[in-house]
Protein backbone atom coordinates (compact mmCIF):
# COMPACT_ATOMS: atom_id res chain seq x y z
CA UNK A 1 0.00 0.00 0.00
CA UNK A 2 0.97 3.68 -0.28
CA UNK A 3 0.23 6.68 1.67
CA UNK A 4 -1.50 9.39 0.27
CA UNK A 5 -2.25 12.60 1.00
CA UNK A 6 -4.37 15.48 -0.90
CA UNK A 7 -3.89 18.97 -1.04
CA UNK A 8 -5.44 22.13 -3.57
CA UNK A 9 -8.85 22.11 -2.27
CA UNK A 10 -10.70 25.37 -1.42
CA UNK A 11 -13.39 27.68 -2.50
CA UNK A 12 -13.88 28.86 -6.09
CA UNK A 13 -16.00 30.34 -7.70
CA UNK A 14 -18.40 29.00 -10.67
CA UNK A 15 -16.47 28.74 -13.70
CA UNK A 16 -13.24 29.17 -11.87
CA UNK A 17 -9.91 26.31 -11.74
CA UNK A 18 -8.44 24.36 -8.69
CA UNK A 19 -5.37 21.92 -9.05
CA UNK A 20 -5.77 19.11 -6.68
CA UNK A 21 -2.16 17.50 -5.71
CA UNK A 22 -1.69 13.88 -4.18
CA UNK A 23 1.40 13.03 -2.40
CA UNK A 24 2.08 9.47 -2.24
CA UNK A 25 4.82 7.93 0.18
CA UNK A 26 6.35 4.69 -0.67
CA UNK A 27 8.50 3.16 -3.34
CA UNK A 28 6.14 1.15 -5.83
CA UNK A 29 4.11 4.34 -6.13
CA UNK A 30 5.05 3.83 -10.15
CA UNK A 31 3.11 0.87 -9.99
CA UNK A 32 -0.17 2.14 -9.18
CA UNK A 33 -2.92 3.21 -10.91
CA UNK A 34 -4.25 6.27 -9.47
CA UNK A 35 -7.82 7.46 -9.24
CA UNK A 36 -10.16 10.57 -8.14
CA UNK A 37 -12.99 10.38 -6.64
CA UNK A 38 -15.60 12.85 -5.11
CA UNK A 39 -18.26 12.29 -2.27
CA UNK A 40 -21.09 15.48 -1.80
CA UNK A 41 -22.80 15.29 1.52
CA UNK A 42 -25.77 12.53 1.40
CA UNK A 43 -24.29 11.07 -1.82
CA UNK A 44 -22.62 8.37 -2.27
CA UNK A 45 -18.52 8.51 -2.93
CA UNK A 46 -18.37 7.96 -6.85
CA UNK A 47 -15.51 7.99 -9.28
CA UNK A 48 -13.96 11.06 -11.19
CA UNK A 49 -10.75 9.88 -12.97
CA UNK A 50 -7.79 7.14 -13.41
CA UNK A 51 -4.49 7.77 -14.74
CA UNK A 52 -2.78 4.12 -15.20
CA UNK A 53 0.73 3.62 -13.63
CA UNK A 54 2.47 4.81 -17.06
CA UNK A 55 0.24 7.58 -17.79
CA UNK A 56 -0.75 5.75 -21.49
CA UNK A 57 -4.10 5.70 -20.42
CA UNK A 58 -7.19 7.88 -18.43
CA UNK A 59 -10.25 7.24 -17.96
CA UNK A 60 -13.24 10.21 -16.69
CA UNK A 61 -16.73 10.20 -15.34
CA UNK A 62 -18.73 11.54 -17.94
CA UNK A 63 -19.44 14.63 -15.67
CA UNK A 64 -16.55 15.76 -15.95
CA UNK A 65 -14.93 14.75 -19.57
CA UNK A 66 -13.63 17.90 -21.08
CA UNK A 67 -13.06 19.61 -18.16
CA UNK A 68 -10.87 17.72 -15.66
CA UNK A 69 -8.04 16.34 -16.80
CA UNK A 70 -5.52 13.73 -14.75
CA UNK A 71 -2.17 13.55 -14.29
CA UNK A 72 0.64 12.52 -12.80
CA UNK A 73 4.73 12.76 -11.89
CA UNK A 74 6.37 9.27 -10.72
CA UNK A 75 9.17 11.13 -10.16
CA UNK A 76 7.79 13.16 -7.60
CA UNK A 77 5.38 10.67 -6.70
CA UNK A 78 2.14 12.99 -7.25
CA UNK A 79 -1.19 13.03 -9.06
CA UNK A 80 -2.64 15.76 -10.08
CA UNK A 81 -5.95 16.88 -11.01
CA UNK A 82 -6.74 19.88 -12.95
CA UNK A 83 -10.27 21.11 -12.83
CA UNK A 84 -11.47 24.01 -14.69
CA UNK A 85 -15.00 25.18 -15.37
CA UNK A 86 -16.33 24.40 -12.00
CA UNK A 87 -19.61 23.98 -11.59
CA UNK A 88 -21.59 24.09 -8.20
CA UNK A 89 -22.54 20.16 -8.38
CA UNK A 90 -18.98 19.61 -8.34
CA UNK A 91 -18.61 20.74 -4.58
CA UNK A 92 -17.39 17.72 -2.65
CA UNK A 93 -14.61 16.00 -0.87
CA UNK A 94 -12.19 14.82 -3.20
CA UNK A 95 -10.29 11.92 -2.85
CA UNK A 96 -6.96 10.25 -4.07
CA UNK A 97 -6.86 6.51 -3.93
CA UNK A 98 -4.37 4.09 -4.98
CA UNK A 99 -5.22 0.54 -7.13
CA UNK A 100 -2.40 -2.31 -7.65
CA UNK A 101 -5.03 -3.09 -10.30
CA UNK A 102 -4.43 -3.19 -13.88
CA UNK A 103 -7.06 -1.67 -16.43
CA UNK A 104 -9.83 0.28 -15.95
CA UNK A 105 -11.12 0.48 -12.45
CA UNK A 106 -14.18 2.55 -11.59
CA UNK A 107 -15.36 1.00 -8.63
CA UNK A 108 -13.74 2.25 -5.21
CA UNK A 109 -13.37 -1.30 -4.42
CA UNK A 110 -11.03 -1.65 -6.76
CA UNK A 111 -8.95 0.41 -4.65
CA UNK A 112 -6.70 -0.17 -1.33
CA UNK A 113 -5.47 2.87 -0.53
CA UNK A 114 -7.19 6.26 0.52
CA UNK A 115 -6.18 9.83 1.36
CA UNK A 116 -8.11 11.50 4.11
CA UNK A 117 -9.98 14.16 0.96
CA UNK A 118 -9.85 17.50 0.36
CA UNK A 119 -12.67 20.02 0.03
CA UNK A 120 -13.77 21.50 -3.02
CA UNK A 121 -16.40 23.96 -3.11
CA UNK A 122 -17.95 25.68 -6.23
CA UNK A 123 -20.21 28.82 -5.30
CA UNK A 124 -23.10 29.82 -7.35
Known amino acids: QVQLVESGGGVVQAGGSLRLSCAAS????????MGWFRQAPGKEREFVAQVNWSSDSTYYADSVKGRFTISRDNAKNTVYLQMNSLKPEDTAVYYC?????????????????WGPGTQVTVSS
Open 97 to 113: AATPRRFRQLSARAYDS
Open 26 to 33: GRTFSTYG
